[in-house]
């Protein structure tokens, strides 16, 4: 008496309490309740058993109460709305905890303050449920009555099924693996935040596309998209028999059918210009249950640093570059689950639904269906081996004894061989061909979203992102913008000016920091210490980080051109792939440095480091390190180790590419100590504190492995990875690392 039952979400159990707070405003279950049990079963993800026994077990008639996380609701004024339950549009996702063992997200709601904030548990808000707002350009998630939000995302971002022009989703995706290199202490925003925000950036960048059918047919390029629809429509029904027809009546109770949503996308060329109106039909798999009718989602991805390495290495030897993809490339991949989903919107059947046979994107099997599929082919009728390294790079020796090699991302490849070897490798393409319809052979000039130029007199290779740069710019309002000669102004931390530690537009800063992250990963070596700093804030950003932001912004107005240039270091020789390892030579080293103590929020030092093959740099990176150093000595150690560990990456490649490197790769570094620690061992009297896991350098340098070198701090490239610089030393790094 005087006390509700109430439904625990998080442990499906009802209970009676008194301490329950009624909220007249919402009725977040009262939809699904009039649907009856199979409408509340879908809603909270009951099976028949777990409702039934809960039903005897309280007695409960779910018909005249709802509760939502402990507080219900009081359906006496369900009567009050007649348009039916209030939705609240999320904002943003703000925070993250730990609690009981399980993860839980704290939601903000569109129109409500901070104190109506929820934390919602991760079965209800899935770790890149941010990142999906965002890919949508904010389209508003809803809490609906269902009470969970409508759209959670897939478990990898969108990869265009037919890509050779570097559009976002393949962009975002790389990214994220590439964010290792900007990682962040524990305490620090989460990567799915970084993620969204570069997905977000990406986003804001692209050309505006429907985001409904409705929308599509309302839009001045309807007819346009209604052909795209038909020829994806086709495609699906007699092109690779993506599905077919079963009556819905005729399926078991309680099958789960997933709904359908039509994505719209808009290809275009390096110069920015629309090429093709493309549709696709996916289903939402984000209402896929694990054991059922799905389980391994695990795709292999390609990474960045492996594609600068194929570049570096075309350079040095004037092997030709050619790109190719896929068509449709997840529908050429079974599905082995039974699954259902709704026809697409304008291709409406009474009482029909699809039986899928093919993966369509937006499954949760279908990237990894798609990889074994494809990863098998060439590694089996193509005869290309795979790279442990990094699996997605394929290498395979000519009949003249040269080496070709293929990279792949996703459905996008790029291809690597000399001239004399273009006919067979033409014949290993055709094997392509025939079996996925790939596009025709083309000469690369545009790579994920990259431009690459070719000076074939110079045999250099230069990789670029004026186009993402001139967007960014357009996007910001900044295409006019005052530039500088530096992405970050020293001493800048230290203005006292109280007005600079106001708070900022989170929304616009996170977006800005995601356009930035993308091309500090891409090519623009050179701001990643800037955008490491800005990242850090990207909860509270201030005036003073807002304005660091956009000053980075006004550097790249001033340098858009500026990118990596591979193969200036190779001298007048050409070099040639054939031969035994010994007599193919490549030259990997890397240059490594810290600054010690400089936050003084937490004193944790920045490492910086990047590893360069053949002298052309292909992976760098800037980070926190996560221990308190307690001397400049001890700083330099870790980021020394963190460099050791790419260029013992680099020289595995290598030997399974059947190169053979130095003996002994350098690694440069400015500090006397750490040197003299590194040769004798890291358990001294100043350094018996340290770590064990950094005695591997000791052993390294031992084992001849590496060599370690002192270089004066002038010329130490890796500064410009751990600290604001001054412009001469600035640009004297820059040029010795990239194109000026």
């Known amino acids: 008496q005087n006390a509700a039952n109430v439904l625990l979400l998080s442990t499906k159990k009802i209970i009676c309490s008194r301490d329950v707070t009624y909220r007249s405003d919402s009725f977040s279950f009262m939809r699904a309740i009039q649907l009856g049990d199979d409408g509340v079963r879908d809603a909270l993800h009951f099976s028949d058993a777990e409702l039934s026994a809960e039903q005897d077990h309280a007695s409960v008639d779910l018909s005249s109460s709802s509760a939502q996380g402990g507080r219900a609701d009081d359906s006496s004024s369900s009567d009050e709305k007649s348009d039916g339950p209030e939705e609240w549009n999320v904002e943003s996702i703000v925070a993250q905890r730990k609690r009981n063992g399980r993860t839980e997200y704290k939601v903000h709601w569109a129109g409500y303050g901070s104190e109506e904030d929820t934390w919602e548990p991760e079965a209800e808000v899935d770790k890149l449920a941010a990142m999906e707002v965002w890919m949508s350009q904010r389209k508003p998630l809803r809490r609906s009555s269902r009470n969970r939000l409508d759209a959670l995302p ?5 990869v265009d099924e037919d890509s050779s022009d570097g559009e976002s989703e393949p962009q975002v995706h790389m990214a994220m693996r590439a964010l290792l290199n900007l990682q962040l ?21 692209e050309q505006r596309t429907p985001k409904t059918y409705r929308e599509a047919m309302a839009s001045p390029d309807a007819a346009q998209w209604t052909a795209a629809l038909k020829k994806e429509y086709e495609s699906c029904t007699t092109g690779h ?7 819905r009546d005729q399926l078991p109770k309680g099958t789960n059918i997933l709904p359908c949503k039509e994505v719209f996308k808009l290809k275009v060329n390096e110069h920015g210009q629309v090429t093709e109106h493309k549709a696709r039909f996916t289903p939402k798999g ?19 640093k492996t594609l600068r390495v194929a570049l570096s290495l075309a350079a040095k030897w004037d092997h030709e570059i050619a790109q190719f993809d896929v068509p449709t490339a997840f529908l050429n991949a079974d599905v082995e689950e039974e699954i259902y989903m709704d026809l697409p919107e304008g291709f409406e059947q009474p009482g029909m639904v699809c039986k899928l046979h093919k993966s369509l994107y937006g499954l949760k099997q279908a ?18 081996k795979a790279t442990v390294s990094d699996p997605s790079l394929y290498r395979k020796r000519s009949r003249s004894g040269r080496l070709m090699m293929i990279f792949r991302f996703v459905d996008d490849m790029q291809g690597f061989y000399h001239a004399e070897d273009a006919a067979e ?23 994920l979203g990259m431009r690459i130029q070719r000076d074939r007199k110079a045999r250099t290779i230069t990789l670029d992102q004026e186009l993402y740069v001139t967007t960014a710019l ?31 537009d989170r929304q616009r800063y996170m977006e800005i920091i995601g356009t930035l992250i993308y091309a500090a990963i891409s090519t623009r070596l050179e701001i990643t210490h800037a955008v490491h700093y800005l990242a850090s804030h990207m909860q509270a950003p201030t005036h003073r980080h807002m304005q660091a932001a956009e000053r980075v912004l006004r550097y790249l107005s001033g340098t858009k051109e500026v990118g990596l240039v591979f193969g200036s270091r190779n001298g007048s020789t050409v070099g040639d792939s054939r031969g035994r390892r010994a007599q193919v030579q490549v030259d990997v080293c890397a240059f490594a440095d810290a600054d010690w103590a400089n936050d003084k929020g937490d004193r944790r030092s920045i490492s910086g480091w990047v590893a360069k093959l053949n002298g052309d740099p292909v992976s760098w990176s800037s980070k926190k390190q996560r221990v308190v150093a307690l001397s400049t000595c001890e700083a330099e150690l870790y980021a020394e180790s963190a460099a050791i560990q790419e260029v013992l990456w680099l020289r595995g490649l290598m030997e399974e590419l059947g190169l053979s490197t130095q003996t002994g790769s350098l690694v440069y570094g400015d500090n006397q100590s750490t040197l003299a620690v590194s040769h004798n061992g890291v358990k001294g009297e100043r350094t018996k504190h340290v770590d064990v896991k950094y005695h591997f350098v000791t052993e390294t340098v ?3 492995a590496v060599q370690l070198r002192w270089v004066p701090t002038t010329q130490q490239q890796a500064d410009i990875l751990t600290k604001a610089l001054a412009a001469p030393v600035f640009e004297l790094f820059r040029k010795q690392l990239m194109t000026r």
């Open 154 to 158: 897939e478990t990898r971002p969108p």
């Open 185 to 205: 202490p524990d305490e620090q925003p989460e990567h799915s935040t970084l993620m969204g925000a570069v997905a977000s950036a990406i986003a804001t960048l």
């Open 241 to 247: 028999h993506v599905w077919s027809l079963v009556r």
């Open 286 to 304: 984000f209402r896929q249950k694990k054991g059922v009718d799905f389980f391994d989602t695990y795709a292999r991805t390609g990474q960045y």
């Open 367 to 384: 990237p990894r269906n798609w990889d074994r599929l494809v990863h098998g082919f060439i590694t089996g009728d193509m005869k290309f």
């Open 425 to 447: 490798f033409q014949e290993s393409v055709a094997l392509l061909q025939q079996r996925f319809n790939i596009k025709k052979l083309n000469t690369a000039s545009w790579m």
């Open 474 to 504: 357009k996007r910001y309002g900044l295409q006019q913008c005052r530039t500088v000669s530096t992405p970050e102004a020293v001493g800048a931390e230290h203005d006292a000016n109280p007005s600079l530690d106001l708070p900022a």
């Open 702 to 704: 031992e084992r001849g």
